[in-house]
């Protein structure tokens, strides 16, 4: 380090022609200073011995460092996985470039190279591995050509998949080459120990350049760099010279315009920056810059040089990468981290070390006077600010006179300060150290704002305070004095709000309660525009507009005020705010939205200004802007253009769900079945302002409108069921959203969750339902058929008791009263009259006898038909009817106690319709189905009368009750359809299970009565 320190060395500015600086880049104007440094260290994530940088085309920032590879989005470090399984790669990159195809070609220490494309390696076999890797280039028919630090054919061509070793068959001798570059005209340049060569777009030999200069010394350490017109430099002991003006060859005697040697130890590093800078390193102490205009017979000597190392904030001296990127930052890598310069909208001062804030004003000369704690500053307009008056105390108030001087209240002294004379005049002691602000009205009279003693007036040599009655000076302070509308004269008074002077009289004009208090004052257009902490007002000389901070939240804490010719400039406790004339009155007279640009500390701002002080803020007539802030002075150059935001595009980076990460680049995204939850990584390259790039995703599905993620750069969903998805990403730096990213997801579904599932279980389900349908009416139809049950075996109790006590008995009677006919002659006249008695006996015990019978047994499967069409024939009526009587199906034995009910319904029906319907025709149906039996009537008479059919009775008769009755006994059901004039239709159903005597089971049955517990026999 110490040797680095002797030797004077490096660069010059790109002569002869003075480039306007676009927006984005460095200005050269600007030293090294008044860039925005930051750095980020190991400490912040930063990987170590950072040697080699490169941009992708998406903006990402790949460094190549001592552990490996690694990708920067200006926010985080993303370390990139090494080829898996590879033994044969040092951990040490060496050299990094992104071809035309946009395939990153990687350069190791040890082990030759390998390309990334998307996502995936790709490695090489380079046919000589042992040495590093230390450069590539790409010509116009896209070979590839690999520069390694090997003495002998250290360069390497690539193309079409073949290498090729570049050797003294191309006119390159064996030598060790130092650095590789192409031109703009296609041309392939090495330097090395043995001087320059050339090779032509489309040639197969090299061009040894003649030079003129005695390159042959051993000296290996040379560095080349393009520069925005298309000319080539070269950086080497000797110092920097032009090698290209991008069409011919410069020879050293005059292509040289530096005065310094370097250390040749390491291999230098060189960029040209767009805007005619050049940036060095020799890879220890530290980096160089300079970038003052010259011309072509200025040399450079050490005293223009601008170094930057640790002692400056640089993360380490040894710095061994330099790279510009696509905005025009400048990004070094060091051994202990990352470090980036760039251009910022405000630009720091550093050489105004000025104390207090601002007191400016423009003059009518157009200069700019800036005062400190104890010194006044001029600016001419354009120019740099020069001191005027120096040591002369606490400056409390300063304004400019009519005839072009300035007035300075300094402690007990107001002093009249001209270029080159200052007349100092004894002011009022209550004005020491109480001056606050000052104004000549349109009488030329001077006003002094001072604190709490009051207002004074200084003309013809005379000093007068104002006698304002109704004012507390002590308690309310004199802080601003202001001119405004139509040339009126305005005073702010702390706490107390806005008055206007007029004679020795303040009229009060506002409290200013809706804005906290008037911390800050400025006239515009003709108009008062006042801040404080909840907003701003307007007044404009008769009445007053408010815009609050709740509405407009940049508008809030104004400290400070002051306008250009487009501008209205603001300091607040968020930074500096900057409001347009038209979008300002906008918002006062329509309560349009405004929408301000904020600068604040990364756009180089030295501090945000937190106490009130309306003199911290200041226009020149140049359009420039002056700010003071604890952290020194800025500038904000209003004939610079205002730096663009960098475009953002947002990248999908990764999917990860547990234990499992995938990567965004493979395309679509399979995951396991079963997945539930998942969480989507994703950033948006921003090198400049990484904090001004906002997020807003949604999941097809899940998401109906898009999520707002702010800064955040993670998406979490939980409770996910199968499907198909597709997430969509979108990024905004401020100036509306860019067009949507979209990743495919899909997730398989399990067995459990697969279609073929949801129909076993859709199945087993109405199983289920139709099991338990089965079951419930094989429960109601068991207590159905158990009441029957109950009902035959009462039934066949009385039978029996019939049979043994009633005709026993009866036939014992019988036969006594044969007997005694026996013994009666046959010529007794009694004897015929028994012998008929006993007839009629047997009759009547046969009939008891069927009785019993017909108690105790089943029906045939003829009796229901025959007694049916007995009970039509033997059925009581006015009038001939035709009765008709079918029967369908296969007729079976009937229970009994359900034989006697359907016999009794049927009956009931047919007697009602011979005896109430007039019918001409009565119709029967006897139908015997499988699970059911059917008895149906129908007629052509008169109907049912509204009323009964209403009522479902007639008044006196139970006949249609009964029938209900029975039906309900037995399960069965009984619909009645009548309308007058127009017949009955009558309709009995009864499930076979309790009408059939027996019914054959299913399995589904003997299941349901095996759960019930029920046992059919």
Known sequence: MARLGRLTWLIVLL??????????????????????????????????DIIAIAQSKDGFLWLGAGNGLYRFDGISFEAIPAIAGDRTRSAQITALFFDRSGALWVGYRRGGLAVYRNGRWLPLALPDVARPVIGFAQTPDGAVWVLSSRLNKPITRYKDGKWTAIDSSWGMPDQIVSSIATTRDGSLWAVGWKGISRLARDARHFEHVKDGEDLETGEHNRALSLDRSGRLWMLSADGLRLVFDGRNFVPAAEGAFSNFTMPARYLPRLVADRDGGFWASPQQGGITRLSLPGDA????????????????????????????????????????????????????????????????????????????????????????AERLVAGVGYIGAACAAPDGSVKLLINGELLTVRRGSIDRTTAPAELANRAKECLFDGAGRLLVAGADAGIWSYAGNKWVRLPIAGINFNNNWATTIQSGPNGRIFVTLGGLGLYELTGEHLKPIWDAAQIG?????????????????????????????????????????????????????????????????????????????????????????????????????????????????????????????????????????????????????????????????????????????????????????????????????????????????????????????????????????????????????????????????????????????????????????????????????????????????????????????????LDQADAVLVEGRESVGRLRGRGSPCDLAEALTETAREAPTERAAQFNLTVEGQAVALHPAAHDEVLRIAQEAIRNAFRHAEAKSISASLIYLPGELRFGLSDDGIGIPETVAKDGERAGHFGLVGMRERASRIGGTLTISSRAGSGTEITLSVPGRTAYFSVRKRWLDWVSGRVAGIDDG
């Open 297 to 384: 017979s200025h040399r450079f000597e050490q005293r223009d040089l601008e170094p930057f190392g640790m002692k400056e904030g640089l993360s380490a001296d040894n710095a061994s990468a330099l790279f510009e990127g696509r905005s025009g930052e400048i990004w070094v890598g060091t051994a202990s981290g990352l470090d980036r310069f760039r251009s910022t909208s405000v630009i720091p001062m550093p050489t105004l070390a000025m104390e207090g804030g601002l007191a400016t004003l423009a003059l009518a000369d157009g200069n700019l006077y800036l005062e400190s704690r104890d010194a006044l500053y001029i600016v001419p307009r354009g120019g740099s």
């Open 517 to 837: 208090s008037i911390s800050a004052i400025d006239s515009l257009d003709g108009q008062l525009v006042m801040g404080g902490r909840f907003g701003l007002a307007r007044y404009d000389g008769k009445k007053i507009s408010v815009i609050s901070a709740d509405e407009q939240p940049y508008l809030a804490g104004a400290n400070s005020l002051t306008h250009t010719a487009t501008d209205l400039w603001m300091f607040t406790d968020r930074g500096l705010v900057r409001i347009p004339h038209t979008m300002l009155f906008a918002a006062f007279d329509h309560r349009a939205k405004a929408q301000p640009r904020l600068y604040g500390l990364l756009d180089g701002l030295p501090a945000v200004l937190f106490d009130p002080n309306s003199h911290s803020i200041a226009a020149g007539a140049d359009g420039r802007v002056w700010m003071s802030a604890p952290g020194g002075v800025a500038l904000f150059d209003g004939s610079r253009p205002d730096l663009p935001r960098e475009a953002v595009q947002p990248v999908i980076l990764s999917l990860a769900t547990e234990g499992r990460s995938y990567d965004a680049d493979a395309g679509p995204v399979r995951l396991a079945q079963g997945t539930s939850r998942f969480s989507i990584a994703f950033t948006a390259p921003a090198l400049q302002r990484p904090d001004l790039v906002r997020f807003r995703y949604r999941l097809s599905g899940v998401d109906a409108n898009w999520v707002d993620a702010g800064s955040t750069r993670t998406a979490a969903y939980t409770n996910l069921g199968p499907g198909d998805y597709r997430f969509d990403l979108s990024s905004s730096n401020g100036a509306g959203w860019t067009p949507s990213v979209s990743m495919a997801i899909k997730i398989p579904p399990t067995f459990v969750q697969s279609i073929w599932f949801k129909l076993v279980i859709a199945l087993l389900i109405a199983g289920l339902i139709w099991f338990a349908y089965i079951f419930r009416l094989r429960r109601v139809t068991d207590r159905v058929r158990a009441s029957l049950e109950a009902r035959l075996a009462e039934r066949e109790r009385i039978a029996r008791e019939l049979h043994d006590t009633l005709l026993q008995g009866f036939h014992g009677l019988i036969y006594r009263f044969q007997s005694i006919a026996d013994r009666i002659g046959d010529n007794e006249p009694v004897k015929p009259l028994i012998n008929q008695a």
């Open 15 to 48: 002569s002869g022609v003075w480039l306007a600086a676009p927006a984005a880049a460095l200005d050269p104007r600007l030293s090294i200073g008044q860039l925005k440094h930051t750095r980020w260290t190991v400490e912040d994530g930063a990987p170590p």
